[in-house]
């Protein structure tokens, strides 16, 4: 499904080099839950970037359902994510001029579909992530476990192969967080969707089929 | 799919309402304004006063236009950064920020021949009644109205000047990185 090839990656930030990626080596198999780990700083969230296409490894190759992303186009990119990725983001990214059921379908509005399809799928998202009864409500009228239960239907609405979520619990009380993760576990289970957890709890771990550790840009373990 | 993502930000700009607000009315202020600067301007032989006027109008105009494209982006960033990550392409983003700019242009066309047609009305009651009391009687051909040449021509140049507005906002749009999304508030 994905594979990460000699991925490097550095940074400048006040005149020193970071090293955000050091000989990155990871395969994600289809339908796998994956959570990567380690403390703040360790270059989890560039790994996450860098495998969704969202940053360019300095060197190294991203193999995304067997084609090479390192170097493909931004419009080919975005039209990868469109179709292939979910994201789930810590702080929901919802658009607040927008209600939870018009946050999902915003997803597909650039799509040839019909406007009815798109409301239909968006509804049978929402319905997913059991927030129905709130879809006619702003991101600004929702708790932080129901923005992100939306952020999740938008994340589902186009049955993406692989889901990455970057600590989607970060902003949750452990209750939200629960229902979240089963949530996640639960997608992954129904839809065969592969999951990609960035996070640093590691009360998480029991959800994952692979925990990835990382540390200082290089990945130490993998269990 | 331009067309259905140019009712959505006409969806969203609604409901922006503070801003929307704001931007549409200063744009009513300046057409009925250029307008007016263009009637004098024709009446006049195009000197003095009514070409400072025009000038000036255009140059708050073109200044208002660039600011309104230039909020847009800035304040929605992270808005267009999300869009970009779950796959809008530049080409969607720059069709919503354009149907957000155009439409509040428009509507502040639209919202100018109502003001065109009250003030009018309130212009020549006033100098009817002046010319009541007087003792003269009041000429409807003196009504002080804005004919449609300005009120067409001034559309025109505020359409040119959301062009460029919109310009400038594709232009910033390329520049917001996706990767801003999933970065945390303050970081």
């Known amino acids: ?223 | 799919m331009a067309f259905r993502l140019f009712k959505k930000a006409v969806v969203m700009v609604l409901r922006e309402k503070k801003q929307f607000t704001v931007f549409c009315l200063m744009y009513t202020v300046l057409i009925f304004w250029t307008s007016f600067s263009i009637e004098l301007i024709i009446e006049s032989g195009g000197l003095g006063m009514a070409s400072a006027s025009f000038f000036i109008a255009l140059g708050v105009g073109i200044f208002l236009s660039l600011l309104y494209g230039w909020i847009i982006v800035r304040r929605n960033s992270k808005i267009i950064a999300t869009l970009k990550c779950i796959g809008w392409t530049n080409g969607d983003i720059n069709s919503l920020v354009s149907g957000f700019i155009l439409f509040t242009t428009i509507l502040g066309f639209i919202l100018v021949i109502e003001v065109l047609f009250h003030y009018a009305a309130i212009v020549g009651y006033l100098e009817a009644a002046a010319a009541a009391l007087n003792g003269s009687t009041y000429d409807i051909a003196e009504l002080p109205l804005v004919s449609l040449l300005p009120v067409v021509v001034t559309f025109i140049i505020f359409l040119s000047f959301q062009i460029i507005a919109i310009l400038l906002a594709n232009r910033k749009i390329l520049k917001v990185r996706p990767i801003i999304a999933l970065k945390r508030v303050g970081e």
């Open chain 1, 1 to 223: 499904m994905i594979e990460a090839i000699d991925l490097n990656k550095e940074y400048r930030r006040a005149g020193a080099i970071i090293r955000a990626l050091a000989d990155v080596n990871l395969t994600i198999k289809s339908g796998e839950f994956v959570i990567v780990q380690g403390p703040t700083g360790c270059g989890k969230s560039t790994l996450l970037n860098v495998l969704s296409g969202l940053d360019l490894p300095d060197s190294g190759r991203i193999i995304f359902d067997g084609e090479n992303i390192a170097r493909a186009t931004e419009d080919r990119l975005s039209k990868i994510r469109r179709q292939k990725v979910g994201f789930v983001f810590q702080d929901f990214n919802l658009v607040p001029t927008l209600t939870a059921v018009e946050n999902v379908m915003a997803l597909l509005w650039p799509t040839v579909l019909r406007e009815k399809e798109i409301e239909n799928r968006a509804i049978a998202a929402l319905r997913d992530v059991h927030l129905l009864e709130r879809k006619d409500h702003y991101p600004v009228q929702l708790s932080g476990g129901e923005k992100q239960r939306c952020g999740l239907a938008r994340a589902i609405v186009h049955r993406p192969r692989v889901i990455l979520a970057d600590e989607p619990t970060g902003n949750l009380d452990p209750e939200s967080e629960k229902q979240v993760m089963d949530l996640l576990k639960q997608i992954n289970k129904d839809m065969e969707t592969t999951i990609i957890v960035v996070t640093h709890r590691a009360s998480l771990n029991s959800y994952a089929d692979k925990v990835v550790q990382m540390e200082k840009g290089a990945i130490i373990k993998i269990q």
